[in-house]
């Protein structure tokens, strides 16, 4: 069975396996007791892995904060910035995940918060004087857009986004779950983007895991973001609950992994993808088409209308030979608002089918097309 929807998730690395098991069995000690040898160990670990993710995105590791995965950094990230300043306006896009659109719905029906949505183009990208005019209605106390869209793999600008919310004072949070591991980050570079969101087990780490990066303000001062989560002094006392040291320690060495082979991967999937698109043209022809773009892109992303096909028949129809979705996992009761919001109508959403590839399988493994 091929496996091709990498974007729900991927499988964990062996090494990664490696490197977690010693904390479930030797290395158990909780990382927040003091002075016994199987505390200190537990907390290095965390710590070392915190130096790892550091170095995978460059940023202090002082700026990364264990949570359960990026839903909850979506949340705690909305949640807590808007609230400092609830009579300012959040602005997010039409094309966020759900964990996103969920707690802006929240902030606005619950909170009373002003939210406002960017629309997207063909291919899911922001649009930029969309973006201004909307900052220059309403003071803004967060803009949160989607780095690469986890249906269409389209990347928007985020350092020109960032950028401009800046110049209207506003803060800047991107979730970057599915760009982490297949784009290199440098947020040294991206010096006003404030908040990012990432889960690990989108790049070969374990599921339940991921982080929330909160830059320190202009004066080097940690951002004190009220929890989500109440609890003991953990994270900074900013995130309670016992840390999950084994989960922690493979989202380290899963960073590592993919810093290490980036390149390499990047290139593999870029082959991987040219074939694919290749094959599934000189099979089906005009009976397909392209929903998402070829080019300013996360490597590896295909999504593609069978037209006449009912999406879930075919993913149906596929499953015992190969693994693909219509959409996100987190949202395939319904049909994808991203797909409709860059102007697809209900039919064509109900026949096309997300290809996610990863740098695992080779070019042979894609010519199972040929014979469907
Ligand atoms: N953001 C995006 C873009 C995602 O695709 C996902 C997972 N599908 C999430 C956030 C949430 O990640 P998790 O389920 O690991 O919390």
């Not at 700026?63 to 949640?79: D, P, Q, R």
């Not at 928007?156 to 297949?182: C, M, P, W």
Request: glycine share 6%; aromatic share 8%.
């Amino acid at each position: 069975m091929l496996y091709l929807d990498n974007s729900s998730t991927t499988p964990v690395y062996p090494e990664v396996l490696e490197e977690m098991l010693p904390y479930f069995l030797e290395e158990f000690g909780n990382p927040s007791s003091k002075y016994y040898s199987l505390a200190e160990n537990s907390k290095n670990a965390v710590e070392h892995a915190r130096e790892q993710l550091g170095k995978f995105l460059n940023c202090s590791s002082t700026e990364l904060y264990f949570t359960s995965g990026a839903t909850e950094s979506n949340n705690w990230i909305l949640k807590s910035v808007s609230s400092t300043l609830p009579d300012h306006q959040v602005i997010t896009t039409v094309a966020e995940h759900s964990s996103n659109l969920e707690i802006a719905k929240y902030l606005n029906e619950q909170l009373n918060i002003h939210v406002e949505y960017l629309s997207v183009d063909q291919f899911g990208r922001i649009n930029f004087s969309e973006l201004e005019s909307l900052l220059k209605k309403r003071p803004t106390s967060l803009v949160s857009i989607i780095w690469g869209n986890n249906e269409l793999g389209s990347l928007n600008d985020i350092q020109r986004a960032s950028e401009l919310v800046a110049q209207y004072g506003a803060l800047f949070h991107t979730d970057a779950t599915h760009v982490v591991g297949k784009m290199r980050i440098d947020l040294s570079e991206l010096t006003n983007v404030h908040f990012l969101s990432a889960s690990a087990h989108k790049f070969n780490g374990p599921k339940g895991i991921g982080i929330a990066y909160l830059k320190k303000d202009e004066d080097g001062i940690p951002r004190k973001l009220t929890p989500l989560i109440h609890g003991g002094g953990q994270e900074q006392g900013i995130r309670g609950g016992t840390l999950a040291v084994p989960l922690i320690v493979g989202m380290g060495k899963a960073a590592e992994m993919h810093q290490a082979s980036l390149t390499k991967n990047i290139k593999k999937l870029e082959k991987l993808e040219a074939y694919l698109v290749q094959l599934l043209t000189q099979k089906f022809g005009s009976n397909i088409r392209f929903n998402s773009d070829h080019t300013n892109k996360i490597p590896g992303i295909v999504n593609i209308q069978f037209v006449g096909i009912n999406n879930e028949v075919l993913v149906k129809q596929l499953a015992p030979v190969m693994a693909v979705s219509t959409g996100s996992a987190c949202s395939s009761s319904k049909p994808s608002h991203v797909l409709q919001a860059i102007g697809l109508t209900l039919d064509e959403v109900r026949s096309s089918i997300r290809f996610s590839l990863s740098s695992n399988i080779e070019l042979k493994d894609l010519e199972i097309f040929k014979e469907l």
